[in-house]
């Protein structure tokens, strides 16, 4: 069996690292497989490119600024992350593709495969496997829906959109994507239950094979170390909690909780079981030059971490990991945190329930709920017993997300087309 993946970049990206940890699993166990993108950033990544040469290549990045910059005058702002889905490569013409048996999609906007290049794909009749790594292949061009029903029916009145109309652009990319997937033979995998239904919800999705896999991450990669020994390390005083926290700008990615996880900070102050005092806060990720908000414990910036076992080594230096996302569909930083056996605080939404169970390895506040949010910081970090709780994050990633589980899944899956 022959499988080819499809994903925009190569490792850019949660999208892009699970479509290169999934074909290192499948080509473990024997399976040949094999990754093919629009455009690479990192050469020694193993993954092909879609073009053979100059012209090729300036087709790909003149595509990629398309679709990132054309849509912007009809949006109301930049915080919904919107596909045109008009511009394709045409990727059927490949020899990865042509020889596969299996066409395995993931994240393929940026100009990758728009409705053309789909039904190129449908007219090689290939069985085609599509993984979702966000909500756009169901919906009419957003990528976060929030709690935005449109996409069960066809979209338009889209509140994302200047001008929301029921024949809006929104409706029109709808209609473009029913047409274009009315010959594909897909099946869709839900990296989380939440995804998976949907999918099952969807008007594009609804009444096709729908499969709820999850993402794999490398164990031996994330796994737990000496917590006190990575402190000193890393230039962490080892005598005092460490809250870890991932930071995005909210212009950009609203969806990541930026707001929430600040107000989140603030609210530890009116707890009175945390000693702010013996208790550091540290973030990781990229847009935290600009940020000078005064916060009620002393904080640092690592900024963006690109090497996993300095990344590894954050993960065991912290007490509580805490992620305040409001839609996330299969978080890899609460697997990752949690394979390192730190636990994890976050909001009960989408897909989180997957990956953190609540009182076992982590604790959950309701949406949007910032008290709730501190309130379960501070029961981790005041956990009577955070051995317990730290071998059991360990132990259910291994149970859920372990390469060897997570190929076999699909390998079934496969099979069974």
Known sequence: MKVVHLNTYDGNGGAGRAALRLNKALNETGIESSVLSLYSFNPSSGAAVAYHNLPGKIRAVANIFAERFLVRPFLKNREVPFSLNSFGFPIHKHPLVRDADVVHLHWINHGYLADRQLKQLAALNKKIVWTLHDSNPVTGGCHVKYDCQRFKESCGNCPVLIDPAPGDLSHRVWRRKADSYRDLNITFVGPSTWMSETVRRS????????????????????????????????????????????????????????????????????????????????????????????????????????????????????????????????????????????????????????????????????????????????????????????????????????????ASRHIQLYHSL
């Open 203 to 406: 008007s594009l999705g609804a009444g096709r094979r729908t499969e709820a896999i999850p993402n794999s991450l490398e164990m031996n990669i994330f796994k737990p170390l000496d917590k006190r020994g990575c402190k000193v390390e890393l230039g962490l005083d080892p005598d005092k909690k460490l809250i870890l926290a991932g930071f995005m700008p909210s212009q950009f990615s609203r969806h990541k909780g930026l707001p929430e996880l600040i107000s989140t900070i603030r609210n530890l102050e009116k707890l009175e079981d945390i000693n702010l005092g013996n208790t550091e806060l540290c973030f990781f990720g990229a847009g935290g030059e600009d940020f000078n908000e005064e916060l009620p414990l002393r904080y640092r910036f690592t900024g963006v971490i690109k090497n996993d076992e300095l990344l590894v080594k954050y993960y065991n230096a912290a007490d509580v990991f805490v992620l305040s996302s409001l839609d996330e569909n299969l978080p890899y930083t609460a697997m990752e945190s949690l394979a390192c056996g730190t636990p994890v605080a976050a909001f009960d939404t989408c897909g989180v329930s997957d990956v953190v169970r609540h009182e076992a390895n982590g604790y959950m506040a309701p949406l949007y709920d910032t008290m709730g949010l501190a309130e379960a910081i501070g029961k981790i970090l005041n956990h009577p017993d955070p051995a317990a709780l730290s071998a059991y994050a360990r132990e259910y990633t291994l149970g859920h997300f372990s390469p060897e589980i997570v």
